[in-house]
């Protein structure tokens, strides 16, 4: 005799199951490291004092950010340490962080946090590997942009290109905000530009090019 199915099993059951998630190894082995990973970004970032880590913690504690970032700040310095290179060039951390230095600061052992992530950052985009519409990534982009072209930065056309390349829809949304401070005054559509725009280019492309870094 077959027994009757409750609702409640026959609804579940009419539901296609869930879809089988993908197994991935989560560890790597020693040969798929870089191990001399952490002592070349160690020379990039003033000292080999990354290497002397003590995975106290304090730079997560500290860091205002870490919160929302893939690996906290004691977590890169291990894994840079360690030789994780794609890991850490793919992490989110790095253009999470604001330059605060609140972690350099604090550290007991004085390592150069804030630079390490700066070093990873241009390693990054040395490497393309950044996420192409992350707002910070493409912010600063658009600044240098703007500052090289012009000599001095417009606020609002640097949030237009910023919203045009990540995500128009919140131009769209802030639109009525934006003409608001327009119409009082406290945003102006005026492309702001200094004279010498000559010369500064020539000092940036200088920066740029003649101090070419090798890869990490
Ligand atoms: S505060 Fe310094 S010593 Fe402590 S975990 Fe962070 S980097 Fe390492
Ligand atoms: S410099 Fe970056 S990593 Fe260090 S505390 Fe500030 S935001 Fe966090």
């Not at 990354?50 to 894994?79: E, F, N, V």
């Not at 001095?152 to 390349?165: A, F, G």
Request: aromatic share 8%.
């Amino acid at each position: 005799m077959m027994l009757p199915v409750p609702p409640a099993m026959r609804a579940s059951a009419a539901k296609s199951p869930p879809p089988m998630k993908t197994v991935v190894r989560r560890i790597k082995f020693e040969s798929e490291l870089d191990l001399a990973f952490g002592e070349r970004v160690a020379e990039r970032a003033y000292g080999q004092k990354l290497l002397s880590c003590i995975q106290c913690g304090t730079c997560s504690a500290t860091c205002p950010l870490s919160h929302y970032m893939d690996y906290t700040p004691r977590k890169i310095i291990a894994m840079t340490r360690e030789g994780f290179k794609d890991e850490v060039l793919n992490s989110l951390t790095i253009w999470l962080c604001a330059s605060c230095y609140s972690c350099q600061v604090q550290c007991p052992r004085q390592i150069h946090i804030t630079d390490v992530m700066y070093a990873l950052k241009r390693e990054a985009i040395a490497r393309g590997f950044y996420p192409a519409h992350h707002p910070i990534p493409v912010l600063a982009r658009s600044f240098y942009e703007r500052v090289f072209a012009q000599g001095r930065n417009t606020e609002s056309r640097l949030l237009i290109t910023l919203y045009l390349r990540t995500n128009p829809l919140v131009m769209l949304r802030e639109a009525f905000l934006g003409f608001h401070l327009w119409r009082k005054g406290r945003l102006s559509l005026k492309k702001e530009s200094i004279a010498g725009r000559k010369d500064l280019r020539k000092m940036l492309n200088a920066v740029e090019h003649g101090k070419k870094e090798e890869p990490l």
